[in-house]
């Protein structure tokens, strides 16, 4: 199983690194819980549970930060 | 679904700077639940657990050191 | 409402970087709950917990990261 | 017992960095439960427990960062 | 009241850094319950709750990542 | 009490680095709680309990990245 998409963590837009960032959370989650029948009976009390969700987010921001330092905050776009 | 408004982590102000920080921790917690009535429904249980919003705060912290960086501290308007 | 005093996250002396983060944490909490009557509400059970002091503290500690990186940790100052 | 695989940070692609991350991670909690059938009896619990498969790909999420930037983010192999 | 002793990060040597990540992280916990009685009152529980320790263990390595940082890791003593 | 064993962040190898890593966070939780009786009465329950342990590994996860950054990620072994 891969656990980055396209093995890179390069991407043309900031739009794009944001989604890559879900992606990798994710990726780690299946990684840890294989099954994907316990993955989806975890996920209605997850995603109606707040503090569940702020965690959830916590860990996109943090894989974000990585991928937005990987690609120099997509800086040379503008200039 | 934006998941960064415009597109971009560059902004005029440290208070667009910041205000991009709890838009874009919010359209997160969107992407991982979809459903607004659902989110309508945790706000009030949320918005008055004082652990909830200091782990709400945490993560625009975290988000705003990636778009603080990215504009480079907004150092370029003192000079 | 002004989520960063001033507009700017450079500071004189360390003391007020400090005074900065927790100034910011302070206003993105009442960003996320605005009502002033709620927060105080919330604070005697808060200011109680130690857990939720440490929490806190916490993201004191990330936004300071951040204001200090800002203002290249003061260094010059001491040049 | 090894903390760290052929003691490097340093790895070839992405996707193995972010192996080495979850490994990492893994060697931690077996240094401080050096236990087998200890870590074998909570696994069950805690791979069904939504809230603490964020917190494992929280600290995933920090190891990666610090590997990512050893490899400066592995731009070399694109250019 | 003082948020950071001598207003700077930059101490002699590591341990000194340590110590002032400790301190700090004590002075922000002041600034958020400046009632000395209610913080006494506080710390038997807090001090023999693992997990409150560690939270407080955490809150100090943030703090100490910013001090390691401001003083370049303390590089220049080796050289 | 050290707070940082031999007063330095620098390690000849990513291994020593590590184990310093645990060996810091070790020596935090010590001098936040330095009755040893107490320490050794907590930790059955804290290392048979894995949300414990993932918030202690996220810990030396943060550790681990200040002193992987102090050695400059220990490329220079690989040049």
Known sequence: MALV???TLLTPT???GRALALK???LTIKAIQ???ATRELLR???ATDPDSLTAA???VAIEFATIAAANDYWRA???
């Open 34 to 36: 294989p099954d994907e």
């Open 57 to 59: 987010a916590h860990v």
């Open 44 to 46: 209605p009390g997850y």
């Open 77 to 79: 776009e503008r200039s």
């Open 5 to 7: 998409p396209d093995n």
């Open 14 to 16: 900031v739009e794009d």
């Open 24 to 26: 990798i959370a994710r």
